[in-house]
Every structure is written in C-alpha cells, then in structure tokens.
C-alpha cells in the first residue's frame, strides 16, 4: 500500500504541474467535464480532485503574490536582478517589474490624472547591467497601462522628480531605476508624481495591485514593447537648471557667469550617474575639477561601493583632495539622491556632521527653523541645532519618514526648512522637499564662495567645528530566527515588548526619549497631533541616565529594518563603557528576561560584549 500511495502522490503532482500550464479556458473546461462510463463515480471523484486542484493553485497564486510583494521595501522596490548572490535567487524579474510598471501607470491615472489627456511617465536609471533588460520590461508595463513613456537614459533619481516640474517636460509622473549602493545583482524602482516621492502606504497598494496582476498571469514573461519610448535629454535641462541657482545666489561682482572661477573641487561619483556634476555643473561654473575620481559609469562599480558613508570612498575622496590642495571634495551614492563632501583639511563630512552643516546653513537663512533628523543622532547635534536658535525634532529612522514630517509641520505652521537622515539623504523646503544630493552640495558650494567673498580663509569645514561628537557609539543586528513572511510581526513583537519594559520600569534609568517641540511623543516615533502617519516599521529610542548624577549619558534605539529581518540595535555614550554597559542592560535585563531571545539571533549582541569585557 505504501508503495501504491506514493506512486499515486507523485502521479498527482505531475498532473497538477500539467493542470496549471494548460489555457484557463481549458482548465474550465477540464473541471466543468463528466465522463460518460456508469463504473465512473463522478461526484466523488471531482470533488476530490477540484478540492485538490484548487488548494494547490490557490498555494501557487499566494506565492507568487507574496514573490511580488516582498519586493517593497518602505516606498521604494528593491530585488535580486541578477544572479551572482550567495544563498540569493533572482526575483526582481522582468515579468514582475511588467506588472508593477504597469499597476503604477494605473494608480497615476486614477490619483493624478485632471483629465487633460494620456499619463506622461519619465523613466530613468543608473548604470546597472540589469538596467537594460528591466527598462524594456518598465516600458512594456507602461504601454499595458495606456500611458506614453519618455527614455531619459542614465539620470539621477532627484533628476526623475524634476522632470516633472520644470518646463516643456513636466511629465505626470517619473520612475528611477536604480538600487541605491547596494551590490550591483540588485536594482530597483523609486517612483514620483509631481506632489514628489511616493509613501510607502501608496507603494504598497501599488505593489499588491501588481501582485494580483503577476499571479494571474498563464506566463511570467514579459512582453516585448509594441512602440519604442520618446528618448528625451532631461539631464541638460537639470544641469542647466542648477547652474542658474548657483549663479543667482552667489551674485558673483566679478564673473557672474563664472562664479566658482579660483575654486577647485573634487568630484568621487563612484561610477554611478554623478559625473554630470563636473563637466555639466563645475566645470561650467568655472571650477577646476582636476584630481575627480570614477566619473565614467560603469555598472559593475569596480572601485569601490558609491556610497558617502563608505570609509574606501571618503578615503580616496579625501586623498584626493589633500593631494590638489582642493578646496572641496564631493562624494556622491549611485543615483545622487545623497551625497558626503570633504573640505579643505581633509576632513570627512558624513552623517551627524554632513547634518550639522546644513542645519548651519539654513538656520542662517531660516532663523528659528526647525530640523528635522531621524532618531539615531547624537546628542551632541541637538545641542549645536538649539544654541544656533534652531528645534531638533527626532522622528523615525527612514528618509521618506524624516522627509514627510517635514512637510506635515509646515503644514501645522511649524516651520521646518530642512529634513536630514543619517545616511545623507536630505531635503529642504526650498526644493520642493525633495532629497536631491547635488543640490545638498549646491547649498555648501553656495556657502563656501559667500564666506570666501566675505573675506574668511577658512574652509567650509569651520562651520562645524564645535559640534561635539559621542564618544562611543555601535550598531548591532540580531536576526529574526522564523520564517520570512512571520518576520514582521515577529519583529514588531519584540519592539513592542521593548516598549512595554520601559514604561513598565523594568530597565532601571531608561526611559522612552521625545523632543515635545512639535507634537512627537513617545520615543520620537508617535505623532499626537490629529493626522498620525501610518507606521511603516515600528522603533523606540531609549534615553539611559546615570544612577548617580540622574544625567542623560546616552541612548538606545531598536528598529525593525525595512530592507532585511532583521532588528538593528544603534547605541551613543557619552561616558567611557557606556555602550557596553547598556548593550549588557539589554542583553541580560530584557533580551533574555522577556523571553524574545528565543526568536533573535543575539550572537551579534554576545561578541559585542565580549570584544568589551
């Protein structure tokens, strides 16, 4: 009998596998069939097949939706494109990149359109070796949707959002493709209509209406285009376009045409699609750009991540800059939505101090302005914002979060001229709040050459100087040990349950850290105002006070990662083993006493505090 059963189970499958290829028509068929021989028990017999049948296609159909939806990352897409991954397969396929395209084509006719004739869509990307491939399969999606499509080549993702404001192109709405500086097997898809970068809510709706799309389809390939996309230079208007702003501003008396004449400036774009900023932008400007790096885009990027937190690309960039006795260093990621600049002496300008000099900047122009920062900065950066006159609102690590909060306080009547995370994107009020890293770099250029015709001889690196850096600080990562569509919720579990030690008491000296400027409680995350935005990943910020003195010497903040499941664990102090201290707090006291180790990998946690005892 054993052997029978399994004949019979392998037998089974085979016909299902055969069942799923066939046409729909042909499946309805098939079902709707009653043989005509009186031993045939029809009743039975059907039910049980259709009964398996239609458990085993509705398996198949919530994979390949799930395969879809998966591919959402906050509000952007991002997937494996190309095989080369260890432990990784390809998902970002043309036929599911098709189907998104499409479902964005849909969701911009029915949200953006003023009925004023067919959608409009821009398409742009980095140099990916996938991009290719993928920009037939967006284009395809597009015509599926009724929408005319414009090829603007390699571009940048803040270039993307441009074309749709500024004249005679003004498209309805504009895709990226690019990955950002992840390996160059991965790319993906960022999406804009001209009220600016989608929310994750929106991406969401967009990638579970291509799921249901993708999962029904009889072939996941894609299709080829029926007409080829208008191809558009947009990349020159842009270009154009930021040097007017930078010969507007600085009003040079001298050369108002060559405002950046006498300045050099050093340019590492990493082999992605910042090289038109030296020869479109600098160059132009009258600047020497001898001694820039890795201009020409290569989508294997062979030298080194184009990432400005990158230590190899601020290095090299900074090696550079010494070497010319430049005045400036500029580092760009893949797509230039963030940048990381170096100045005069050398001295690298990322994350809380890339933050600080913008917020010198605009508080400048903006006094009083409110900063907007996601809740992994320092201390110390609050204190150099408040005693320039300036509000530090912590909010939600993610840049489309920071961004958001931004436009919702102005909406409130809070002022808020500049929104920064830590990895470099950022975003001010006057552009459209949109984050753009040459334009970023626009505004230290700007800065740089007013002081220079003020007289100073100092770098653009002085501005800064009195902000006071952690003495120590760690991320850590703990992995969550289940399965991949339990994941969120498991790590929400854990968050949550931090959550409710804290204001439980249980962590002795911890408490939940808010800013109480602008209508942001508990933990910097939580807004109390009467329009909360939807939580896309749930985190808490802790601040840790010292038994003794009941003085603040540092902070805790646990987040669920939106690209990866995992929970990262980010920790500041400013006392010497204080993240030791706490990171043991956390291990012992709640890790361990609240029972959420049993679905976190906590080795992470365990050779931290073992490389510190």
Not at 350 to 373: C, F, Q, R, W
């Amino acid at each position: 009998m054993a052997s029978t059963s399994t004949s019979s189970l392998v037998s089974s499958k085979t016909v299902v596998s055969l069942f799923l290829s066939l046409p729909r028509t042909v499946k309805s068929s098939f079902l709707s069939f009653t043989p005509a021989s009186p031993s045939f028990k029809p009743l039975r017999t059907r039910s049980s097949n259709a009964t398996k049948i239609d458990e085993v296609t509705s398996n198949i159909l919530d994979e390949d939706m799930d395969q879809i939806r998966r591919l959402q990352n906050g509000s952007d897409v991002r997937g494996v494109a190309l095989e080369g991954e260890k432990g990784r397969t390809v998902t970002l396929t043309p036929a599911a990149v098709e189907a998104i395209a499409e479902s964005f084509g849909e969701w911009v006719a029915a949200t953006e359109s003023n009925g004023n004739g067919v959608i409009r869509v821009s398409l742009g990307r980095d140099p990916r070796v996938s991009g290719g491939k993928l920009s037939t399969a967006v284009f395809a999606g597009l015509a599926r949707a009724g929408c005319l499509a414009f090829d603007m080549g390699l571009a940048t993702t803040p270039a993307c959002f441009m074309s749709t404001l500024l004249p005679p192109f003004e498209y309805d709405a504009s895709i990226m493709m690019t990955a950002s500086h992840l390996p160059y097997t991965r790319n993906g898809l960022k999406f804009f209509t001209k009220r600016g970068g989608l929310t994750s809510p929106e991406v969401e709706k967009i990638c579970d209406l291509a799921a249901r799309k993708y999962a029904n389809r009889q072939t996941k390939v894609s299709t080829l285009i029926r007409t080829r996309p208008e191809q558009v230079d947009f990349m020159s208007a842009y270009s154009q376009h930021l040097r007017e702003i930078i010969k507007e501003r600085i009003n040079h008396p001298e050369h108002y045409d060559t405002p950046l004449k006498g300045f050099q400036a050093i340019v590492n774009a990493g082999n992605g699609s910042g090289g038109f900023f030296t020869w479109d932008v600098l160059d132009k400007l009258g600047a020497d750009t001898f001694g820039s790096l890795y201009l020409n885009p290569d989508g294997m990027f062979p030298n080194h991540i184009p990432n400005p937190e990158d230590k190899t690309a601020m290095s090299r960039t900074r090696a550079s800059v010494l070497e010319n006795s430049a005045d400036l260093g500029v580092v760009f990621d893949t797509d230039v939505d963030r940048s990381g600049v170096v100045d005069n002496k050398g001295n690298p300008i990322n994350g809380d101090k890339l933050i600080a000099l913008m917020s010198a900047i605009v508080l400048k122009e903006h006094p009083g302005s409110t900063i907007v920062t996601d809740a992994r900065t320092s201390m110390g950066l609050t204190r150099f914002i408040t005693e320039r006159g300036g509000r530090h609102c912590l909010y939600r690590v993610g840049y489309r979060n920071v961004i958001d909060k931004g436009v919702e306080l102005n909406k409130d009547g809070i002022e808020s001229h500049l929104m920064m995370e830590t990895s470099g994107h950022g975003a001010v009020k006057e552009n459209h709040f949109l984050d753009d890293g040459a334009y970023m770099v626009v505004k230290i250029i700007i800065e740089m050459v007013r002081m220079r015709l003020a007289g100073s001889k100092e770098g653009i690196g002085s501005l800064i100087e009195d902000l006071e850096e952690p003495l120590e600080s760690a991320e850590l990562r703990m992995n969550i040990l289940s399965e991949p569509r339990d994941a969120k919720a498991k790590g929400i579990e854990a968050i949550e349950t931090f959550r409710q030690y804290i204001e439980e008491g249980k962590l002795e000296g911890w408490e939940l850290d808010s800013c109480g400027e602008c209508w942001v409680s508990e933990g910097c995350l939580v807004d109390s105002n009467d329009h909360p935005s939807a939580i896309d990943a749930h985190m808490y910020r802790a601040k840790v006070m010292d038994k003794k003195s009941g003085e603040e010497y540092g902070w805790v903040h646990m987040r669920q990662s939106i690209h990866n499941p995992n929970i990262a664990l980010n920790m500041q102090s400013v006392l010497p083993g204080g993240c030791f201290s706490m990171t043991s707090l956390f291990r012992d006291r709640f890790l361990e006493a609240s029972g959420v180790a049993r679905f976190l990998d906590i080795s992470d946690i365990d050779n931290y505090i073992g490389s510190q005892s």
